[in-house]
């Protein structure tokens, strides 16, 4: 059992008894966690219940299989903590890839508290700081993944990982140093801080090889932001920020992103949003609803821009892990 387990429930007000807890661990160790489940896990996680009644239902008979006393409805609360708790053991003991798209979905679904926190921001911190871990080992192989028994091959493999991770700082110090986007071929200096810093997010993951991305992807970002002008404001709009953003980029930006993604990838969806209710200020209104973001909603240029990398980054990776 993890060692914070009971701390998860008693931050959510929800206090058990050792024995019912040994109970929910063990449900949650016979929940086995696939590329499919990490969506639903998530939302459930930061609250998000309706149109899960089959998941939902997956998800509860191991709890209920491993204690008969188990509530089978209204119990939303609980089921949060387990649906992070379940996560977090996939994050920290499960497979690598798997634990990595789980740790930059938590990640992109709190949107850098864009938005509500989740019931447990212990679980949330600690996906955080996995990724800050994996960006140093990111090329090193899975220790779950069965071993090569070829010595030549496995040398080879991790030459390739090697490449890889070389091949991406290069291109980036490219991209960094050579100050204009890739993307509209405009220099940096030349865009507004607000569309600087979501265009940056978003490139910066399209040149990344290797989740969770580099090391310093943060401090990268916040140079790059600081190439717009005006000199970056201590916090942006969001609105204003999308609203800003050429309609043909915003257009070929979410036509990548799988719809299933969406509700974990708030900017993402606000800036899908934009498009399909353009008329006036209606996408605005639609924003709290939607995106759990308030229209007023403000954030640093710098962490906008780390926002947005990570939701792309989730949702470029999703489609190579199997």
Not at 46 to 70: I, M, N, V
Not at 174 to 187: H, I, L, P, Q
Not at 201 to 209: H, I, N, Q, V, W
């Amino acid at each position: 059992m993890h060692s914070h387990f009971s701390e998860w429930f008693l931050s959510a007000g929800i206090e058990l008894q050792d024995d019912v807890l040994q109970k929910r661990w063990v449900g949650v160790e016979a929940f086995v966690v696939e590329k499919d489940g990490i969506v639903p896990l998530v939302e459930m996680f930061f609250g998000s219940f309706d149109g899960k009644d089959t998941f939902l239902q997956t998800f509860r008979d191991p709890f209920k299989k491993a204690d008969g006393a188990f509530r089978m409805k209204d119990n939303n609360q609980e089921l949060s903590v387990l649906a992070g708790a379940t996560l977090m053991a996939v994050i920290e003991d499960g497979e690598v890839a798997i634990g990595d798209l789980a740790a930059l979905a938590i990640m992109s679904c709190s949107a850098q508290n864009l938005r509500a926190a989740p019931i447990v921001g212990d679980i949330a911190e600690r996906a955080a700081k996995h990724l800050n871990v994996r960006t140093l080992s990111r090329t090193q192989p899975d220790p779950n993944a069965e071993e090569n028994d070829d010595a030549t091959m496995a040398l080879v493999e991790q030459l390739q990982r090697d490449l890889a991770a070389v091949t991406e700082e290069s291109n980036v110090l490219w991209w960094v140093f050579g100050e204009c986007s890739r993307d509209t071929g405009k220099r940096w200096s030349d865009c507004l801080v607000e569309q600087a810093a979501i265009m940056a997010g978003k490139e910066l993951a399209d040149l990344t090889r290797t989740a969770p991305g580099p090391a310093a992807s943060g401090a990268l970002l916040d140079k790059v932001v600081k190439l717009a002008k005006p000199k970056p404001p201590a916090q942006v709009i969001l609105k204003n920020a999308i609203a800003g953003l050429p309609a043909h980029w915003r257009e070929s930006f979410v036509k990548t992103i799988p719809q299933t993604l969406l509700h974990i990838c708030p900017v993402s969806n606000a800036i899908k949003l934009s498009l399909d209710l353009a008329a006036g200020d209606a996408w605005i209104q639609a924003l709290p609803g939607t995106t759990k973001i308030q229209r007023g909603g403000k954030i640093a240029p710098q962490l906008l821009a780390y926002q947005v990398f990570l939701e792309r980054l989730f949702t470029l990776f999703w489609e190579k892990v199997e």
